[in-house]
């Protein structure tokens, strides 16, 4: 896979996912966090606690996206196998960083715990991200490569993306929906004559079986703001009376 501008992946760590015991809050958040900053999510991997699988994702990823976010794993327990993984997707060992380990030692004392030092063994090379703004009180994100490795705790995951996420910018994604009446059977084939004749929109449809005036709501999304305006006019030109409402 070609790397694209402005794409990312996302790759969600924990068994606790996979078995239903947690439900994820990260991907739903990041998503929308970097569409605003214009850039696109192509992937979402969700992978057990397996230092061979994380490894495999985190080397396919990436190769095929300009950033890959890592949640979970980071932690000072025998599941926690995300450094140790990513290390060996850029077959690179593990070690101490003596900054992470000073700041955990200035952070929590006398109540730290030899294995929480465990969180400060990371794959060399890596670098420490603090945001634009420089050194914050969030703690720094490690970076290896152009994969940014996060901590699972939604509240934690959060508060660091938030301290670097002016690091990630694109052209903007200009979007519009358009409500029909009728369902997706009835305007199928005009939906194909817009995805045919504007190939740089991405057009999506989704039923609504609740909702009181329309049936089905179709989005247009692309980097275009011209390109995507023709395409919702066309479409709600082809539906007619179906045409409910625009956003």
Do not use: C
Request: proline share 6%; net charge negative.
């Amino acid at each position: 896979m070609d790397k694209k501008p402005a794409t990312a992946a996302i790759l969600l760590i924990g068994d606790e996912i996979l078995s239903g015991k947690v439900e994820d809050e990260n991907a739903r958040y990041l998503v929308r966090e970097l569409r605003r900053a214009g850039v696109t999510v192509g992937r979402i991997e969700v992978v057990p606690d397996q230092l061979e699988v994380i490894a495999e994702s985190v080397r396919r990823l990436s190769a095929g996206f300009e950033w890959v976010f890592s949640s979970g794993g980071i932690g000072p327990t025998h599941d926690d196998v995300t450094f140790a993984a990513v290390a060996a997707a850029f077959d690179r060992p593990v070690a101490r960083d003596p900054r992470l380990e000073a700041l955990m030692r200035q952070t929590w004392g006398q109540q730290l715990h030899v294995r929480d030092l465990r969180m400060a063994d990371i794959p060399v090379g890596a670098r420490l991200e603090s945001g634009p703004r420089g050194p914050s009180t969030a703690w720094p994100v490690v970076v290896m490569e152009n994969v940014w490795i996060l901590p699972g705790v939604p509240q934690i995951f959060r508060k660091k993306f938030e301290a670097v996420r002016e690091l990630f910018r694109g052209p903007a994604i200009h979007g519009r929906a358009v409500y029909s009446a009728e369902p997706e059977g009835v305007i199928a084939d005009m939906l194909d004559e817009v995805v045919a004749a504007f190939p740089s929109v991405a057009i999506g449809s989704y039923p609504h079986l609740e909702a009181v005036d329309y049936r089905v709501k179709i989005t247009l999304d692309g980097r275009d703001a011209g390109a995507v305006n023709d395409a919702t006019a066309r479409l709600v030109q082809r539906l007619g009376a179906a045409a409910v409402r625009t956003e």
